[in-house]
């Protein structure tokens, strides 16, 4: 047994001397190192002590914190009232947010006309009463109102500690939509609001198919001539009688049978603004059509045989044939005669027209 013991270190010495070397040299790991190199996640070489360093760090932190309130008996003491506080506050809002206190007992709405007026006030007001003014769900008031496609969108307010108002946001119908003998209203943005709101006092629009209520129509031209309408100031709303497609493009009709050529949607702004400053141009009373394609220069034409009122820069002392010469007279680069239109109107074949020329301009091509 002592021998075995004596003999070691001998043959330990021995085994490093001849055996570890002769490996070493064949490129194999020395016995001091490890058998298997450490790798992380993905199979890429970790540098030793890469995690235990922030969990060291967050250990040494606890410990000295631990320390300091064993030392600190009057720490302890406000950590404890403030971690109790904290949860009283948390509980008593949650109690006093769904409690009588604050219920929601007084509703006003606003904004909402037409025949659906009182039901959408009704939905409003019972989806209303399950809530409070410290916890108002302005998507269960848009699920309230959701069978109603012409309301737009709803403007929530509270008033503590029991009121609540609401301001409803309409869209309203600009045109009727004709389709197989259905007639149905439908909004400026194509959206159909049923056949409840269709009035003899609206515009109409002939489609192949009428959705249902609260879809968008899908024909283009539609949506276009949809997006004009709805672009109309409310003067010239009030006068428009339907619209169609023609020679000419986007083509309106108003009262008096009256045309107003659009030609699409583009600067529909600037174009309603251009026809309403022809119209209010005494120079443009008694004409068939007007052209505001190029709202820069509008014109107005007259039916054959009509004769255009005198502007109001040209001269009492004009003779005859003067006058004659100047209401027939096209402007270069205003439109030309117009043939017959696919509408209930005509445009005149070989009438006289107003443009934006020097000496004889239209009110509306003075900008």
Not at 231 to 255: I, S
Not at 315 to 329: D, F, H, K, L, R
């Amino acid at each position: 047994m002592d021998r075995f013991r004596a003999g070691r270190p001998a043959f330990g010495r021995l085994g490093r001397a001849l055996a570890l070397p002769s490996l070493s040299g064949r490129g194999l790991p020395s016995a001091g190192a490890s058998a298997l190199p450490r790798r992380g996640a993905g199979g890429l070489r970790r540098r030793p002590g890469a995690l235990s360093r922030p969990l060291s760090s967050a250990a040494a932190g606890v410990r000295a914190c631990a320390r300091a309130l064993r030392r600190h008996p009057r720490l302890r003491l406000a950590l404890l009232v403030a971690i109790l506080s904290t949860l009283l506050l948390t509980l008593g809002w949650l109690w006093l947010r769904n409690s009588s206190l604050v219920a929601v007992r007084h509703v006003q709405v606003a904004g909402a006309q037409g025949p659906d007026a009182q039901a959408i006030e009704s939905a409003l007001v019972a989806a209303a009463r399950h809530m409070s003014t410290l916890d108002v769900h302005p998507a269960a008031l848009r699920a309230a109102v959701a069978p109603f496609p012409i309301v737009r969108g709803l403007q929530v307010s509270a008033a503590f500690p029991h009121g609540l108002r609401i301001r409803v946001i309409e869209q309203p119908p600009v045109a009727v939509l004709v389709a197989a003998g259905a007639h149905t209203a439908v909004a400026a943005d194509g959206v159909v609001l049923g056949p409840a709101l269709a009035s003899a006092s609206l515009p109409t629009l002939p489609g192949g198919a009428v959705p249902p209520a609260g879809q968008r129509v899908g024909s283009r031209s539609l949506l276009a001539t949809l997006t004009v309408m709805g672009a109309a100031p409310d003067a010239l709303a009030k006068d428009l009688v339907r619209a169609f497609n023609g020679p000419m493009g986007l083509t309106l009709v108003l009262r008096r049978n009256l045309l107003a050529y659009f030609g699409d949607e583009s600067r529909r702004h600037a174009k309603w603004l251009s026809l309403a400053r022809v119209l209010a141009d005494p120079s443009s009373a008694g004409a068939s059509y007007i052209d505001v394609r190029l709202p820069e220069r509008p014109a107005a034409g007259f039916a054959p045989g009509a004769m255009p009122p005198l502007s109001t820069g040209t001269s009492a002392n004009a003779s005859p044939g003067e006058e004659g010469a100047s209401g027939e007279q096209t402007a270069s680069g205003g439109p030309q005669p117009l043939g017959r239109e696919q509408g209930p109107a005509e445009a005149p074949s070989q009438g006289s027209e107003r443009s934006g020329a020097p000496a004889e301009e239209v009110a509306g091509a003075h900008g």
